[in-house]
C-alpha cells in the first residue's frame, strides 16, 4: 500500500497552508489508491464513506438525470477533490451520508484517499470557525429555500384563490339575476291563471295555449346562435307581426320570442290554432313561457359553469385522492388552465394540442399541477400578458412529454444556463422568489424520474417535461422525494 509524503501532501492546493503536524496528521490517516482506465471510483446514492483527491490522471463525475446519466464535470487537475466532501456537518443528512455523483477513471488514476469519518473529524477539529460557516451556510440555504417555498406556495395559493373567486362569481351572479328574473316571469304567470280561474279567457281556448306552450317549448331547446345583424332583422319582423296583429307592446316582446326561435313563420302557425280574440293572451302566455325557459336555461348553465370549476378545482388540488396515482395528463393540464382562467385574461390566446392516444401516466397529480401552473404563469409574464399560449402534449419513445410555448421575446442564453438555479430570477425585487422553475426541476427530475428542458428563440419559447411511462412506482417515487 503506497502512502504520500508530507511532502507530497503540501504540493496539493488544497494542503498547501497546513502546518507539519497536520501533514503528518493526513500522512498517516490516508493513503492512495489506484484506478484502471473506465472503471468506477464511487457510485451515486452510496454511503458516502471517502474523501477523494486527484493526484494523476482524469476522472468524469456524473448524476443521474431523467433517467440518464449526465457528464457534469471532467478533470485531470491535480489536487481536484470529491466524494464525502460534506462529511463535516454535524447532523445526518443525505449530503453526508450517501455520494451525491458518480465518479469514473477515464484514464489510470492515482488517487490520495481519506476515510469519511477521519476526514469529518479532522475538519471540526481542525477548523471549528470554518466549519461554522460552512455548516451554517448549508443548513441557512436549506432552511431559507424551505421557507422561501413555502412562501411562494402561499402566493400562488393566494393568485389561484382570488382567480377561481373571480371565475365563480361570474356564473353565481349570472345565476342570482336569473332567478330574480324568473320570480318576476312566474308571478306573471300565476296572473294569466288568475284571469283563466276569473273566466276572463275562455276555457276552450286552455287546450290550445297548452299545446303552443309545449311546441314553444322545444322550440327553445333548438332555438339556432344568431349573429347581431341575424337577430335586429328577426326582432324587426316579429315586432311587425305582432302590430298587425293588434298585439301591444311588441317592441318588447319581440326580443324574447325572437331569443326562443319562434320566428313569423311559427306565430302564424300559433295564430291559427287561436280563437282570434285570443291571438294577444296567446302571445302574451308564449312569451312567459319562452322567457321562464330561457331563464332556467341560463340558471342551469351558470351552475354547471361553478359545477365544473370546484371540480377543476378538486382535480387541481388533489384533495381527497391518494398522492400517488395513475393519471391522464390532460386532465391535469386541463385543470391548471381552468385555476389560471383569470392570469390569462382576455389577451391570451390558449392553443391546446393534445395527443388523446397517450396512455395513462403513473404520477404525483399534485405536485405535476405545481409544475404546470409554474410553467403556464412564467409564460404569461414573459408574454406581459398578451400572446398564445401553446399546451402539447404527444409521445418521445418511453416518455410522455408535455410542451408549454409561449411568444414572449425569448430568453437569453446567459439566463437560459441559470434558469433552473434556486433563487436566480429575472423579475423585479418582490414579484418572484426564483425558485418556481427549482421546484419543478426537483418534482420532475427527482420526484419522477424525468427531464424539464428549455428552448427558446426571440417570439417561441418552449419547456419540454419528459416523464416516463414506465419505471416509476410510489416506493421508488418516495425514496427520490
Known sequence: MENLTVDDLRGLFLFEHLSEEQLAWLVAHGQVETHAAGSQVLREGQAATCFFVLLDGTVALSRVIGGQRVETNRTDHRGAYFGATQAYLGSDVEARTVYQMTADAVTDVRLYQLPAHDFGAMFRSWFPMAMHLLEGLFFGMRNTERIVSQRERLLALGSLSAGLTHELNNPAAAAVRATGALRERVAGMRHKLALLASGSIDPATLPVLVELQESAVEQVAKAPKLGPMQTADLEDEVADWLDAHGVSGGWDLAPVLVAGGLDVEWLDRAAALCPQTATEAA???LAYTVETETLMNEIEDATTRVSALVGAAKQYSQVDRAPFQVVDVHELLDSTLVMLGGKLGDGV??????????PPLPAYPAELNQVW???VDNAVAA????GTLTVRTYRAGEDVVVEVGDTGEGIPDEVKRRIFEPFF???AVGEGTGLGLDISWRIVVERHHGDIRVESTPGD????VHLPLTGLDEDAADRSG
Open 461 to 464: 419559447t418552449r419547456f419540454l
Open 283 to 285: 302571445v302574451r302566455w
Open 349 to 358: 390566446r390558449v392553443v391546446k394540442d393534445y395527443d388523446r392516444s397517450l
Open 425 to 427: 430570477t429575472t423579475k
Open 373 to 375: 401552473t409554474n410553467l
Open 383 to 386: 408574454m406581459a400578458g398578451a
